[in-house]
């Protein structure tokens, strides 16, 4: 049974930090690129990272490059996010999202296998 399963979420003060997690079993990681994407109510989710299944390189939205660094421990089959400097505009519910994909793309659709998200909330 494929799982993904996102931890490390809560409230944060800004300019505090944050280490998401995606625990993931069911399937082999090796394989598979791992995305990290955000969502606030009545919005798209947005892809903030991507790690590549390969040589774990990765990608990162634009305005979050920088703050977000995402990485992955294969013998361990969990991928996470660390998160810097957080701002009000971090807020959100954040997903891992895998995919057997050879590039890292922000397509949701481009994913197979998804978490249930963990609510992060960026507030003084």
């Known amino acids: 049974q494929v799982q993904l399963v996102e931890s490390g979420g809560g409230l944060v003060q800004p300019g505090g930090s944050l280490r998401l997690s995606c625990r993931t079993s069911g399937f082999d990681l090796n394989y598979y690129a791992v995305a990290w994407f955000r969502q606030v109510p009545g919005e798209r989710r947005e892809g903030v990272s991507c790690?590549?299944?390969?040589?774990?390189?990765?990608e990162y939205l634009n305005n979050v490059k920088g703050r977000f660094t995402t990485s992955r421990d294969n013998a361990k089959n969990e991928v996470y996010l660390e998160i810097t400097n957080l701002n009000h505009e971090d807020t959100g519910v954040y997903y891992c999202a895998a995919g057997r994909l050879s590039v890292c793309v922000f397509r949701p659709d481009w994913y197979d296998h998804w978490g249930q998200g963990t609510q992060v909330t960026v507030s003084s």
């Open positions: 790690i590549y299944s390969g040589d774990a390189s990765a």
